[in-house]
């Protein structure tokens, strides 16, 4: 596989999972891969294996796409489940597609097998890496997880030197608790709406894209005893989907300090 740098498409919230006909970012996410029918392989750990989420995974990619998925909570028998060499597995895919749910149960549970160390491979080697919510906030070094109570700030794999919020529209408690987080000592970091998705080369945010008209995207970070949100430029899919999505010297970044 020739090397390619490596890229996240991190979702506030969105995708296939929460839009049944399809998504305007699963759409751009696949723009993104050169193969004219990609390996596209999904990890559904945070929902605990849920078979639905699993279901419509399939419903979505596998018209177009080599799909498979990997349980690790139970042993899959039918078609496209993985269960040997999951390294051998996930490091020949174009993406890997990280499902939501609970966040501190998926690294746990990654952890035990290995993945958290294939993923890192994985990425380097520029296999293209994505996900919703806990899909989102795992590539982070810091993120505000609330799938059980309260907000709370937990330490992500660390592939990209920020922190991340996701469903900021939707659950207004994380706006107050990751300012807090911030304020208290909290990587700078990104705040993200449902239907909005931060693309990242390397670790370096080159776009921001949304499903929405209205979608946003924030920039939070310290700033002396304040903490400060500045709204992101957001480029509306709903427009036009790119045939190849890739970053170039003409697309609108975002030069984030780390």
Sequence with gaps: ???????IVALGGGGFSMQQDGSLLDDYILSLLDAARPRVCFLPTASGD????????????????????????????GTGGVEDDLAAHLLSQDLIYVGGGNMLSMLGAWRAHGLDSIL???????IVMCGPSAGSLCWFEQALSAFHGAP???????LLPYSNCVHYDAEPARREEYHRAVADGMSAGFAVEDGVGLHFTGTRLERVVSSRPDGRAFMVRRHGARVREAPLETHYLGRSIPARAQ???ASARVRVAA
């Design 1 to 7: 596989m020739p090397h390619r740098a490596p890229q």
């Design 120 to 126: 890192r491979k994985a990425w380097r080697r520029g």
């Design 247 to 249: 970053a170039s010297a």
């Design 50 to 77: 849920a078979d639905h989420y699993v279901v419509r995974f399939y419903r979505r990619f596998s018209p177009d796409c080599e799909a498979s998925h990997v349980s690790l909570f139970r042993r899959d028998q």
């Design 152 to 158: 709370r700030p937990v330490r992500g794999l660390g």
